[in-house]
């Protein structure tokens, strides 16, 4: 899949609703997983590593959020081995529209989400 696919937008809500459902749970997921359950959805063309991953996601970054304000629901994502997420995010986070503070973690942005979308 590429970005300018016309399924690419429908993958992009797909995440979003996948790692929504992980954060009400408080919950990580790992980049297979992520591309596992995507292809459960019918995206089965999202390698785990590199390639059109990056950019989704950050669009899932994006989603109903342009100006960048709200919890980065990628920090959710994480490396199976590290349990961290990848490089990529660091580099996501601090560039714009998300701007965040040099000295804000990955482990900051994860709570930030579990506590946006925590089940009441």
Known sequence: MRTKDPEYPAA??????????RARQGQTMTYGELSAELAERGFDSIP???????????????????????????????????REPSEQ??????????????????????QQVFAQHREA
């Open 89 to 110: 995010f660091s580099t996501l986070a601090r560039s714009l529209p998300f701007s965040r503070p040099a000295d804000l973690t990955w482990r900051d942005e994860q």
């Open 48 to 82: 785990p590593h590199r390639g059109v991953m990056t950019y989704l996601l950050k669009d899932v970054c994006l989603y109903r959020n342009e100006d960048g304000r709200a919890p980065m629901l990628s920090a959710i994502v994480v490396n199976k081995a590290s």
């Open 12 to 21: 992009v809500e797909a995440a979003v609703e996948i790692l929504r459902e």
